[in-house]
């Protein structure tokens, strides 16, 4: 979350300066969670293994946001299916949905997707 929260303080200032800077530096430090993230989930259900568990409900949240900020590429094929089961949980798609009428103050936007 550091690097997405970096951008949206770049965003937050109004400076465009700022905000390319930050999204700039937060696309580099995804791109490369991300690509350690593919590579870790590879064969596991959730992160710590076959179950559900509080550190996939912990990730959620940040995998959510940091797609916005930098979206996983399609050559995440592991991280993008891992990010699908989660907003396929009922919990979190529900979470997702009462929150819908918050999107309009993400300072970076928010998708249409999701």
């Known amino acids: 979350m550091t690097w997405v929260q970096h951008a949206v303080n770049g965003a937050w200032t109004g400076d465009d300066a700022k905000r390319r800077e930050g999204l700039a530096l937060a696309t580099e430090k995804l791109e490369l969670a ?54 396929a949980r009922p919990s979190f798609a529900r979470a997702v949905e009462d929150a819908r009428v918050l999107r309009p103050l993400c300072p970076l936007g928010a998708p249409d997707r999701d």
Do not use: N
């Open 34 to 87: 991300y690509a350690w993230l593919d590579a870790q989930l590879g064969g596991r259900a959730w992160a710590p293994g076959p179950e559900f568990t509080m550190a996939a409900c912990a990730a959620a949240p940040a995998l959510f946001y940091a797609d916005w900020t930098h979206p996983i590429s399609a050559s995440y094929r592991v991280l993008r299916a891992y990010r699908a089961r989660l907003l």
